[in-house]
C-alpha cells in the first residue's frame, strides 16, 4: 500500500541483482539532500509534501480503526488517553470523569477540556538559531518566534482560531517540550492571559508518538516551522 501510494519500492522487497543497481546513501546525507532538479518549484515540493503527510495520516487512521487495542495504537494514544481516558466524549461517565482527575491531580496538573491547543517547544537538537535564520532568508519567516513563542503572538492565534479566552470557556494550552527552553515556559506561564490554562505535559506521560497524536487532535497546533 505504501508503495503504490508514495511511489515508492521497499529495500527489503528488491532482490539481489536490483539492490547492486543502487547508490546507498547515508540517513544525514539523504536527510540534507537538496535536488537539482529544475522542473519543479517550491510549490509543487508543498504541495506534495501536504499530499505524502495526509496519506500517512490516513494510513494510520485506517489502521487505528481496525486496530484499536494494538499495541502500536495504545502508544500513540498514550498521551490522549491519560489526559481523557479510553471512552469516546460522548460516552463518558461519572466514575470516568473522578478517575481522569484523580490522574491529573496526581500529575500536578488542572483537567484539559476537549477543545485545547498544543505548543510545540524545541530547540532542533541546538542549532535552532541557524535553522531558524535560514529560512528566515528563504522563507520569510521570523527568526526569533518560532523558538521564542511570545504570548501576543500566540494569543494573537488563539483568538483568531476561536480558541480564546472569551470568560466564558477557557480551552486548555498544553506545551509539548524537550525541556531545553524553560525561559519560554516561564514567560507563558506568568502570562495573566495565557498563564491560566497553560500547561506542559509532564515527562511521566509525554512520548515521541503519544506527544505527536496529541497536537494531531488539538484544535490548534503551535509549532516550529523548520
Aim: proline share 4%; aromatic share 8%; hydrophobic share 35%.
Amino acid at each position: 500500500k505504501l508503495e503504490k501510494r508514495f511511489g515508492i519500492t521497499f529495500y527489503e522487497n528488491l532482490n539481489e541483482n536490483e539492490r547492486r543497481k543502487l547508490m546507498l546513501v547515508g540517513t544525514e546525507p539523504l536527510y540534507h539532500y537538496i535536488s537539482n532538479d529544475t522542473r519543479f518549484h517550491l510549490d509543487d515540493v508543498i504541495l506534495h509534501r501536504r499530499y505524502a503527510i495526509q496519506e500517512l495520516y490516513r494510513i494510520t487512521a485506517e489502521y487505528m480503526k481496525m486496530n484499536p487495542n494494538s499495541e502500536g495504537v495504545s502508544s500513540m494514544c498514550s498521551s490522549l488517553h491519560a489526559l481523557f481516558g479510553k471512552e469516546d466524549a460522548t460516552t463518558t461517565t461519572d466514575t470516568t470523569t473522578r478517575a481522569i482527575t484523580k490522574i491529573m491531580e496526581e500529575l500536578g496538573m488542572k483537567n484539559v477540556t476537549r477543545r485545547y491547543a498544543v505548543i510545540h517547544s524545541r530547540s532542533l537538537e541546538g542549532f535552532g538559531y541557524r535553522f531558524m535564520q535560514r529560512a528566515h532568508q528563504i522563507f520569510g519567516v521570523d527568526a526569533k518566534v518560532g523558538r521564542e513563542y511570545p504570548a501576543t503572538l500566540l494569543t494573537h492565534i488563539l483568538n483568531s482560531s476561536g480558541l480564546g479566552n472569551d470568560g466564558v470557556s477557557s480551552p486548555s494550552i498544553l506545551m509539548i517540550t524537550d525541556g531545553n527552553s524553560p525561559e519560554v515556559v516561564q514567560d507563558l506561564s506568568s502570562h495573566p492571559i495565557i498563564g491560566p490554562n497553560f500547561q506542559v505535559l509532564p515527562k511521566s506521560i509525554s512520548t515521541v508518538s503519544g506527544d505527536m497524536m496529541l497536537a494531531i487532535m488539538a484544535d490548534v497546533f503551535v509549532g516550529n516551522p523548520v
